[in-house]
């Protein structure tokens, strides 16, 4: 048998991968980058595939970039960008490229039912399917807290964690206590936390599995990482925190899309948020792994996930929660020991 | 009228080129980048940087974890070497072939499949795994196959005439400490220098096992932070450090040469009564670092269902995979024998130099600088096409096909060329006549080094595949958040059979001795 030709067969690899590059220029196409877990983002990516034939090109973060890869990929493409969406697994990375000028506005109109408090209020990016902040408590735990005031309790001393607040949900959360409570109050409390022994952990997931291997008692974790564990029939159990009539309330996370600013397919990115936007898509999310909460009122969500209107939430806005973030960088990487 | 232009200087100005073009330009955008502030020349991110409490640990791990994991792979790696190439020892191929395997995987896999085992053992082995010693533990089972590998390589081409001559005088052991060894040294250090820049720049292990580094430090500054200048201050220090450490292989190698010879067959050293327990021990090496954190890893990859649903999330990645490395092999493997061609005609420093220094180069550094150089509006076909990450592996990686072709062009006697030159045969025609028809198992081996390891690569792919055209490597990792463990297993079991193809392949094309 005659061997290929060596010249045939690179001009042919080269063709391959050629025609695979050039399908992104396509009217049928459209480029999002993608912040929430690939595991569970791409699997509604593909079903809008399926129902609307535009090819989704997509670029997923890794863990190791803490969910702000992508974000900051686009921030660095703002003069020649190449995303139509971004897809944020939270508000605040949304509103930040809103201040920096790399996304555009855009009413969805399946944003109507979403409560206002999930909406940017000039429409910059849209919230839908949220997560919670919420406490996993070990079932064989002597300790049984209701408050995230728990982890300043002598009873806790050395037996809570908490993922490394410069990161991730967890920086949203304090940045949340410092825009309710005030500098003052929440300096005191996590140094108070400090002091009372709190193990810092590198991840939410790390922290649940801390949580359900017993070698701390509780922690505050996403509401994914706890349905998860419980999933998993890990000896746990999910606490709402801060539900009284006084309370804090629970931290909610919404995911968000934004369009891009002179993206190269605007009307497929259109498109692509009135489908994430819908209620088709937070039921889907609702019943797959990340166990998230729709923000449409009325939307089935299987037994461990509660519904929105169930939940007593932060009275909080993200675009000061952006803001309280940069402003406690300092603090936190102090506090962190970085 | 001047002189005409050879088709030779041209062909070596167009190689010069394209590493130029792939490698040195991203790498002078950024550092230029890194002392450019608000318009001016700043200081201001190396200031930061070294005046952060942070700055020296992370300094002095990467330099620890380099040492110690260069260390390990030669206390093991060397004597693993000669044991193969120059002893009786039952089963040498299959222990050393089985010893290579970690080393055509991503280094994250090996990281994960310990992760599997200590999960089976207890808070204290996991405790351990995710620190210092987890990491030299695993990047040592990674990159012995290097040391191991050269070692026999340098060996086999000893030439026997002169250990017969000092067998009369002396017996092995002094043979080998006064002939063989000093004679295999050049292979050897370069081994072990190869892995000292590899251990420095490595990024998913420390990654994954949480062991903080200045790798982990300049990605997390571009992935998180995308903030290109701080990014590239984090990894000028790796970059000092990779020229050292090229500048000491120089030093000792100076005058020496690097050239396998083939000197027909290796005198062997009988082992009697060490044959069992020698055996024995590589037989537990094997089971140690090798089937043991494979078998945790792949202990859930073969059910049907997480099959399926790793080739349906990442079916076209593994396409898409082998159909990049298998571009950028090709035209590494030209490249290579193209640059190794000039570099034996005496143009060895420069060229050795420039191709070594990107190779140690961290491939997040170089990411860095071809997404900097290449996000314009005028360069969209290089910056949003799979054609930047066949880049940045031409630039990575041309080091290793370059002294693969050199070491191969070696072995032709320089007669043919010069027979051909005085019958007035021109240089392009000598090349297809003489030097490729008589390189045809380098090149081969060339091609198969260079895309097992672009296949493997992590950082590459990461950060310069395009939307919608991840590599596998990448898939796997972005998959990993969240995603059910046997699933991730069935795609680590998929990565593991394309890498292994070639090895197999490799295996058969070059036999454990010739």
């Known amino acids: 048998m005659n061997m290929p030709n060596p010249i045939h067969v690179v001009l042919i690899l080269l063709l391959a991968v050629g025609l695979n590059s050039c399908r992104s220029a396509s009217s049928k196409a459209l480029v999002v980058y993608v912040s929430e877990d690939q595991i569970f983002s791409e699997p509604i990516l593909k079903d809008f595939e399926r129902e609307t034939a535009i090819t989704v090109k997509s670029v997923f973060d890794t863990e190791e970039s803490k969910s702000t890869g992508v974000m900051n990929r686009l921030i660095a493409e703002k003069d020649n960008p190449q995303a139509d969406i971004y897809w944020a697994n939270e508000p605040v990375r949304a509103d930040a490229l809103k201040q920096r000028g790399v996304s555009t506005a855009y009413v969805s109109p399946s944003a109507e039912g979403i409560p206002d408090q999930f909406k940017d209020p000039d429409h910059y990016w849209t919230g839908f399917s949220a997560r919670a902040r919420l406490l996993l408590v070990n079932a064989r735990s002597t300790i049984k807290p209701a408050s995230v005031m728990a982890y300043t309790d002598p009873l806790a001393k050395g037996r809570a964690a908490i993922a490394n607040p410069l990161f991730g949900t967890t920086t949203d959360y304090v940045a949340a206590l410092f825009a309710i409570w005030g500098d003052d109050r929440a300096r005191t409390f996590m140094n108070d936390m400090k002091r009372n022994g709190v193990k810092t952990t590198t991840s939410n997931g790390e922290s649940a599995d801390f949580v359900a291997a017993g070698q701390v008692d509780f922690s505050l974790v996403d509401s994914d990482d706890a349905v998860n564990r419980k999933k998993q029939g890990k000896p746990v159990e999910i606490v709402y925190p801060d539900q009284d009539a006084n309370g804090l309330g629970v931290l909610i996370l919404p995911n968000a899309v934004a369009l891009i600013k002179g993206g190269p397919h605007p009307e497929n990115g259109k498109q692509l948020i009135d489908y994430l936007l819908s209620r088709s898509t937070e039921r889907k999310l609702a019943f797959a792994d990340c166990a998230q909460i729709p923000l449409h009122s009325g939307v089935d969500t299987p037994p461990e996930v509660r519904r929105i209107e169930d939940i007593k939430p932060m009275r909080v806005g993200y675009a000061d929660l952006a803001r309280k973030m940069e402003e406690i960088q300092p603090f936190l990487k102090e506090w962190a020991g970085q | ?514």
């Open chain 2, 1 to 514: 009228m001047g002189r005409p232009v050879k088709a030779e200087t041209i062909v070596l100005w167009l190689c010069v080129a394209l590493v130029a073009i792939a490698g040195l330009a991203p790498i002078a955008a950024i550092a230029v980048e890194s002392f450019w502030q608000n318009g001016h020349f700043s200081l201001t991110y190396y200031r930061e940087l070294i005046s952060a409490a942070r700055f020296w640990p992370l300094l002095a791990n990467s330099i620890r974890l380099a040492l110690a994991t260069t260390a390990v792979c030669g206390l093991i790696g060397v004597p693993a070497g000669i044991l193969f190439a120059k002893s009786d020892l039952p089963l040498r191929s299959g222990f050393m072939w089985l010893l290579t395997v970690p080393f055509v995987l991503p280094p994250y896999f090996v990281a994960l499949g310990w992760a599997h085992v200590v999960a089976r053992i207890g808070t204290i082995a996991s405790d351990w795994l995710f620190r210092f010693g987890g990491c030299v533990l695993v990047l040592s089972s990674v990159f012995l196959p290097i040391t191991m590998l050269l070692t026999f390589a340098s060996i086999l081409n000893v030439d026997r005439r002169l250990e017969e001559a000092a067998r009369l005088a002396s017996g092995w052991p002094g043979v080998l400490r006064r002939v063989t060894l000093p004679l295999s040294a050049p292979g050897i250090v370069f081994s072990l220098v190869l892995v000292f820049l590899l251990a420095m720049g490595e990024l998913s292990v420390p990654s994954f096992l949480r062991y903080p580094t200045l790798p982990v430090l300049s990605f997390t500054q571009f992935a998180a932070s995308y903030n290109f200048g701080a990014a590239t201050a984090a990894a000028v220090p790796l970059a000092f450090i990779a020229f050292f450490g090229i500048l000491v292989e120089s030093a000792f190698l100076r005058d020496r040469d690097y050239a396998f010879r083939s000197t027909g067959q290796t005198l062997f050293i009988s082992l009697r009564h060490w044959k069992t327990p020698l055996a024995t021990l590589m037989a537990a090496l094997c089971f140690a670092l090798v089937i043991l954190p494979l078998d945790a890893l792949f202990a859930d990859a073969f059910s049907p269902a997480a099959l399926h649903e790793a080739m349906q999330r990442a079916g076209v990645s593994v396409v898409r995979s082998v159909m990049y490395s298998a571009v950028a092999a090709t035209i590494l493997m030209a490249l290579g024998f193209l640059l190794g061609h000039f570099m034996r005609g005496g143009r060895q420093r420069v060229l050795s130099a420039l191709t070594l220094a990107l190779f140690a180069i961290p491939g997040t550094v170089l990411s860095i600088g071809l997404v900097r150089l290449w996000n314009t509006p005028c360069t969209w076909f290089i910056y949003a096409t799979p054609a930047l990450l066949i880049l940045g592996y031409t630039a990575q990686y041309c080091a290793v096909t370059t002294r693969l072709s050199l070491a191969g062009l070696m072995l032709i006697p320089t007669s043919l060329d010069e027979a051909g030159r005085l019958s007035g045969a021109m240089w392009a025609r000598r090349l297809f006549r003489i030097s490729i028809p008589l390189s045809t198992r380098t090149l081969l081996c060339a091609w198969l080094a260079a895309y097992i390891l672009c296949l493997r690569d992590v950082p590459i792919a990461i950060m310069t595949a395009p939307p919608g055209g991840d590599p596998l490597p990448a898939r796997i990792l972005t998959l990993m958040a969240n995603g059910a463990p046997p699933m991730i297993a069935s795609l680590c079991l998929i990565m593991a059979i394309a890498s292994l193809i070639p090895l197999v392949i490799l295996a058969r094309v070059i036999p454990s001795r010739g």
